[in-house]
């Protein structure tokens, strides 16, 4: 007897929405006897529907507004693939209403309203997808939530924005200036037209929000995150870092600690042999700490059409493969059980303790780094790195130290004072350092 498909409703047709309709067309017997079902998309929405798509649509109802398919159309899941928090939202939410599960690929409406979006759901007894929201190809939520379920995680860290990685590995391996880093990055289509999100750190901040939540068992949290970009990287910064045995990476961290948690994203100091550091292009990659398995890393492509719609694809069997099931038998969203999220105070960035990168650029005089050391003393921070570069022609002196693990708040006042000697310049540089 044959088993009726999963039906499946496509808001989006761009570039991911197309590639969840490749795989599902190029691997749909492996998928099938993964599920017991085919799973096909009958409906999809594009804005433009006279436009060439790259991929067969044939069988498929095309419609131009996606709420026709969120609110109305005969599909028994629905893939929110056009990104925002405003539409999106109520795309979602009207799924939701419905009974229908829901598969997303969108990193913005789940920091943002993803608490209210995972209570819906469970109002509905509806299960909500988004490994594709963090990471691309890279099954990070299902290696959280399910195959490290018997850990407590302590930590995580990763390259988590691609455009950002691409950047700065132009800028390390050829030298090249931020700005110029950065039109490669657009030509190639790495980077958007505007650049914001993904080069001031707001788009690892999205991720970083939903890694932390589900390893550590708290409510989606965006606006604890402390969030940095790289565009104070400089190619001086990068040659200098690669000189003391380190290399600069753009990260988000998150720690479990006495005190409460730390959730930031920031341009990061990291040594050279470490594998995170290795991690370059586009590619991201994510280091998990648990107490029974130690450290883990997942690699692979964070972004691309295929990629992420492996991801979608994977929710969608998840999806299939739940449908029938009571509630309570399904994985929870967030990893734990709704009544056991807990809120955790996040420690404000003055608290958070690390080692320290600071480069100084002074004019050419006597005592120099007698002074600087001098306050860097007073303030009980040890220098565990030092390089000295001496002026060539007209140019400044260089110098750049690494600190011991302190307060940002300690380094802070060092940072202020030394700012504050008449021989140093206003280029003045600073970055956190992490020995993973």
């Known amino acids: ?17 197309q590639g969840v309709i490749r795989v599902l067309q190029r691997n ?14 009958t409906h999809a929405s594009a804005r433009d529907t006279s436009k060439a798509r790259e991929v067969s649509l044939e069988g498929i109802t095309i ?8 609110a109305k159309a005969d599909v028994d899941v629905v893939v929110e693939l056009i990104g925002g928090t405003t539409y999106a939202r109520d795309l979602v939410l009207a799924a939701i209403a419905r009974g229908k599960p829901v598969v997303t690929a969108n990193k913005a409406l789940l920091a943002l309203e993803g608490n209210a979006v995972f209570s819906a759901a469970r109002e509905k007894g509806v299960l909500v997808g988004f490994e594709a929201a963090v990471a691309g190809g890279i099954p990070v939520i299902k290696a959280i939530r399910e195959g490290l379920a018997g850990n407590r995680i302590e930590a995580l860290a990763g390259i988590i924005n691609g ?9 390390t391996e050829k030298g090249q200036a931020f700005a110029d880093a950065l039109a490669d990055a657009q030509r190639l289509g790495y980077a958007e037209a505007d650049p914001t999100f993904d080069v001031e750190g707001v788009d690892a901040a999205h991720k970083l929000t939903i890694l932390a939540s589900i390893a550590f068992g708290m409510p989606l949290n965006f606006d604890a995150v402390a969030v940095e ?21 753009h990260l988000g961290i998150a720690k479990r600690t006495e005190a409460g948690a ?3 994203v920031h341009a990061t100091l990291i040594p050279e042999d470490k594998l995170i550091a290795k991690v370059d292009g586009v590619l991201n990659t994510v280091l998990l700490q648990g107490d029974a398995v130690g450290q883990m ?3 692979g492509r964070g972004a691309g059409g295929d990629a992420t719609a492996s991801a979608v694809v994977a929710d969608l069997v998840d999806v299939a493969r739940s449908i029938g099931a009571e509630a309570r038998h399904l994985v929870p969203a967030l990893a734990f059980q709704p009544d056991a999220v807990r809120a955790l105070p996040v420690l404000p960035l003055d608290q958070v303790a690390s080692a320290h990168y600071l480069r100084i650029n002074v004019a050419d005089e006597t005592g120099v780094l007698k002074a600087i050391t001098a306050i860097l003393a007073e303030l009980d921070i040890s220098i565990e790195a030092i390089l000295q570069k001496e002026p060539r022609g007209g140019e400044d002196a260089t110098v750049a130290v690494i600190t011991s693990v302190i307060p940002e708040s300690r380094f802070n006042q060092a940072v202020a004072r030394v700012r504050s000697l008449p021989f140093v310049r206003e280029d003045v540089s ?6 993973f």
């Open 28 to 41: 749909a017997d492996e998928i099938t006897r993964r599920v017991g079902r085919p799973v096909v998309v």
């Open 262 to 264: 730390e959730l930031r």
């Open 297 to 299: 890393g997942l690699y």
């Open 229 to 249: 970009g790289i565009t104070k990287v400089t190619p001086q910064d990068i040659k200098i870092a690669q000189a003391l045995g380190y290399r600069i990476k």
């Open 1 to 17: 007897m044959s088993v009726a498909p999963l039906r499946v409703g496509l808001l989006g047709l761009g570039t991911v929405g």
């Open 63 to 70: 419609v131009t507004d996606p709420m026709d398919i969120a």
């Open 430 to 435: 600073r970055f956190r350092v992490e020995h």
């Open 163 to 171: 455009t950002c990685n691409y950047i700065l590995t132009q800028m």
